[in-house]
Protein backbone atom coordinates (compact mmCIF):
# COMPACT_ATOMS: atom_id res chain seq x y z
CA UNK A 1 0.00 0.00 0.00
CA UNK A 2 1.28 3.39 -0.53
CA UNK A 3 1.73 6.14 1.66
CA UNK A 4 -1.56 8.56 -0.21
CA UNK A 5 -4.11 5.36 0.22
CA UNK A 6 -3.05 4.24 3.38
CA UNK A 7 -4.39 7.76 4.83
CA UNK A 8 -7.83 7.33 3.21
CA UNK A 9 -9.07 3.53 2.87
CA UNK A 10 -13.20 4.89 2.75
CA UNK A 11 -14.49 5.27 -0.81
CA UNK A 12 -13.55 8.43 -3.03
CA UNK A 13 -14.73 11.16 -1.10
CA UNK A 14 -15.02 13.05 -4.82
CA UNK A 15 -17.06 10.93 -5.65
CA UNK A 16 -19.74 11.59 -3.69
CA UNK A 17 -18.98 15.07 -4.26
CA UNK A 18 -19.05 14.77 -7.70
CA UNK A 19 -22.33 13.00 -7.24
CA UNK A 20 -23.81 15.72 -4.52
CA UNK A 21 -22.82 18.53 -6.96
CA UNK A 22 -24.73 16.69 -10.19
CA UNK A 23 -27.59 16.56 -7.81
CA UNK A 24 -27.46 20.12 -6.61
CA UNK A 25 -27.19 20.96 -10.29
CA UNK A 26 -30.40 19.20 -11.18
CA UNK A 27 -32.20 20.09 -8.49
CA UNK A 28 -31.20 23.92 -9.40
CA UNK A 29 -32.15 23.16 -12.64
CA UNK A 30 -35.54 21.63 -11.33
CA UNK A 31 -36.17 24.39 -9.52
CA UNK A 32 -35.35 27.05 -12.32
CA UNK A 33 -37.29 25.31 -14.69
CA UNK A 34 -40.18 24.86 -12.15
CA UNK A 35 -39.83 28.99 -11.60
CA UNK A 36 -39.87 29.82 -15.50
CA UNK A 37 -42.93 27.85 -15.53
CA UNK A 38 -44.20 29.63 -12.85
CA UNK A 39 -43.55 33.41 -13.92
CA UNK A 40 -45.07 32.31 -17.47
CA UNK A 41 -48.32 31.02 -15.97
CA UNK A 42 -47.93 34.44 -14.29
CA UNK A 43 -47.64 36.06 -16.87
CA UNK A 44 -50.59 34.63 -19.22
CA UNK A 45 -52.85 34.97 -15.89
CA UNK A 46 -51.54 38.68 -15.38
CA UNK A 47 -52.61 39.31 -19.24
CA UNK A 48 -55.63 37.51 -19.27
CA UNK A 49 -56.59 39.73 -16.20
CA UNK A 50 -55.55 42.79 -17.96
CA UNK A 51 -57.13 42.39 -20.97
CA UNK A 52 -60.81 41.39 -19.23
CA UNK A 53 -60.55 44.53 -17.10
CA UNK A 54 -59.27 46.59 -20.65
CA UNK A 55 -62.44 45.04 -21.98
CA UNK A 56 -64.74 45.71 -18.81
CA UNK A 57 -63.72 49.05 -18.92
CA UNK A 58 -64.46 49.86 -22.78
CA UNK A 59 -68.19 48.02 -22.34
CA UNK A 60 -68.40 50.58 -19.64
CA UNK A 61 -67.57 53.17 -21.59
CA UNK A 62 -69.65 52.47 -24.03
CA UNK A 63 -72.59 52.44 -21.92
CA UNK A 64 -71.91 55.59 -20.28
CA UNK A 65 -71.99 57.01 -24.32
CA UNK A 66 -75.16 55.25 -24.89
CA UNK A 67 -76.54 56.66 -21.49
CA UNK A 68 -75.25 60.39 -22.83
CA UNK A 69 -76.54 59.92 -25.69
CA UNK A 70 -80.03 59.05 -25.01
CA UNK A 71 -80.34 61.74 -22.18
CA UNK A 72 -78.97 64.42 -24.97
CA UNK A 73 -82.05 62.40 -27.26
CA UNK A 74 -84.07 62.78 -24.59
CA UNK A 75 -83.12 66.34 -24.07
CA UNK A 76 -83.68 67.53 -27.80
CA UNK A 77 -87.02 65.82 -27.73
CA UNK A 78 -88.35 67.74 -24.61
CA UNK A 79 -86.52 71.08 -26.02
CA UNK A 80 -88.47 70.36 -29.42
CA UNK A 81 -91.85 69.78 -27.38
CA UNK A 82 -91.73 72.70 -25.68
CA UNK A 83 -90.76 74.84 -28.46
CA UNK A 84 -93.98 73.29 -30.32
CA UNK A 85 -96.09 74.15 -27.54
CA UNK A 86 -94.59 77.44 -27.04
CA UNK A 87 -95.69 77.75 -30.71
CA UNK A 88 -98.55 76.66 -30.10
CA UNK A 89 -99.26 78.76 -27.40
CA UNK A 90 -98.24 81.87 -29.44
CA UNK A 91 -100.91 80.83 -31.82
CA UNK A 92 -103.79 80.93 -29.44
CA UNK A 93 -102.37 84.17 -27.80
CA UNK A 94 -102.44 85.74 -31.66
CA UNK A 95 -106.06 83.88 -32.26
CA UNK A 96 -107.02 85.64 -28.44
CA UNK A 97 -105.76 89.13 -29.89
CA UNK A 98 -107.64 88.60 -33.11
CA UNK A 99 -110.64 87.76 -31.17
CA UNK A 100 -110.75 90.42 -28.56
CA UNK A 101 -109.63 93.61 -31.67
CA UNK A 102 -113.29 92.07 -33.17
Known sequence: MSYWSSLYTGPCPLRGLVKSQNNTVGEQHRATV???????????????????EEEKRRREEEEEEEEEEEEEEQEEEEEEEEEEEGEGKAKVELLDKDVTRL
Open 34 to 52: QMAAAIIEYKKTEAERRSS
